[in-house]
């Protein structure tokens, strides 16, 4: 079955860091827009960061900028989001979301999403 799993959430404190993964089973990464969302208790979906696999360009939100590093590594089919200095408003659960490349590195329509890690920051 063609699949995104996350992983790597947790409980940090603020000013901690976390790297969270996303791996993609029964498919490759070769050419795909990845996106990282998330979703705080009560708040509405948010992009976070995007990348194009083949060229690795990157797309961040502003709040993100910074702190946040999106990258992948191919090899393991895996693309991953680096987050530093975190805050207590980055409390969500995080979802990984992809679609072949069609002209942008944030995927408009993805066909893979995955079941979200959730990321706790207390202050």
């Known amino acids: 079955e063609d699949q995104l799993v996350e992983s790597g959430g947790g409980l940090v404190q603020a000013g901690g860091s976390l790297r969270l993964s996303c791996a993609a089973s029964?498919?490759?990464?070769?050419?795909?827009?990845i996106a990282w969302f998330r979703q705080a208790p009560g708040k509405e979906r948010e992009g976070v960061s995007c990348m194009r696999t083949s060229d690795g360009s990157t797309y961040y939100a502003d709040s993100m900028k910074g702190r946040f590093t999106i990258s992948s590594d191919n090899a393991k089919n895996t693309v991953y989001l680096q987050m530093n200095s975190l805050k207590s408003e980055d409390t969500a659960v995080y979802y990984c979301?992809?679609?072949?490349?069609?002209?942008?590195?944030?995927?408009?329509?993805?066909?893979?999403w995955g079941q979200g890690t959730r990321v706790t920051v207390s202050s």
């Open positions: 029964g498919f490759t990464f070769d050419n795909y827009a």
């Open positions: 979301a992809a679609e072949v490349y069609g002209g942008s590195s944030c995927p408009t329509k993805p066909n893979y």
